[in-house]
Structure formats: structure tokens, C-alpha cells
Nanobody
């Protein structure tokens, strides 16, 4: 089993920045893909970013490119999501996930999930 705990969410004004952290514990693996997803009220869970732990390849949707950066510290078993130039439409609960998905952009391929951290961006 792997436990994932997110932190770093909060309330920020539009244009501001936040850095989310995801600490992994338990039977972690160097081959995991670590992903960030978000879900706003009434909407489906949405892919935000992913990183392959073994080679640090990163993936983003078009909506996040240039504003969000995913990174990892394997020694600390922690993945980060730096979010800049935040917009009100970024408001959501942000979830960290781990697994071996065939498609890193699909939530169904991830096995382990954190409980999420709320990000609220005011206009």
C-alpha cells in the first residue's frame, strides 16, 4: 500500500501562486507515475500534470502549460505542483495520484489517491 498526503492548498487572489506538495509513504516505487488531478464542484476529475519518477518526463494539458510545473524529490518521496498566474477557473480540489497508467492523462489508470487539498482562487 501507498499513502499519499497533499498539502499546500489555500485561498489566493487571481494572478497569485501556490505550491502543492504530495508526500508518499509505504511501498513506494521508483517506477511510479505521479499525477495531479483536480475536481471542481459539478465537474469531472481533470488531469493537471504528471511526472515519471524514473526519468522525470513531465506531461501537462494545454490549460496548464506555462503556468504549472510538476517536479519531484525522490529522496523525500515528494512531488510538487508549482502553480503560477492562478485563475478563478483553477478553483478545485487537487488530488495527487500514483500508479502505472497506460495513459498518464486518464485518472482510471492510477491506483493510489490522496484525499485532496482545496485550492480557491478569488477574482
Amino acid at each position: 500500500q501507498v499513502q499519499l498526503v497533499e498539502s499546500g492548498g489555500g485561498l489566493v487572489q487571481a494572478g497569485g501562486s501556490l505550491r502543492l506538495s504530495c508526500a508518499a509513504s509505504g511501498r513506494t516505487s521508483s517506477s511510479y507515475v505521479m499525477g495531479w488531478f483536480r475536481q471542481a464542484p459539478g465537474k469531472e476529475r481533470e488531469f493537471v500534470a504528471a511526472i515519471v519518477r524514473s526519468n522525470s518526463n513531465t506531461y501537462y494539458p494545454d490549460s496548464a502549460k506555462g503556468r504549472f510545473t510538476i517536479s519531484r524529490d525522490n529522496a523525500k518521496n515528494t512531488v510538487y505542483l508549482q502553480m503560477n498566474d492562478l485563475k478563478p477557473e483553477d478553483t478545485a480540489v487537487y488530488y495527487c495520484a500514483a500508479g502505472w497508467p497506460e495513459n498518464v492523462r486518464r485518472s482510471s489508470g492510477y491506483i493510489y489517491w490522496g484525499d485532496g487539498t482545496q485550492v480557491t482562487v478569488s477574482s
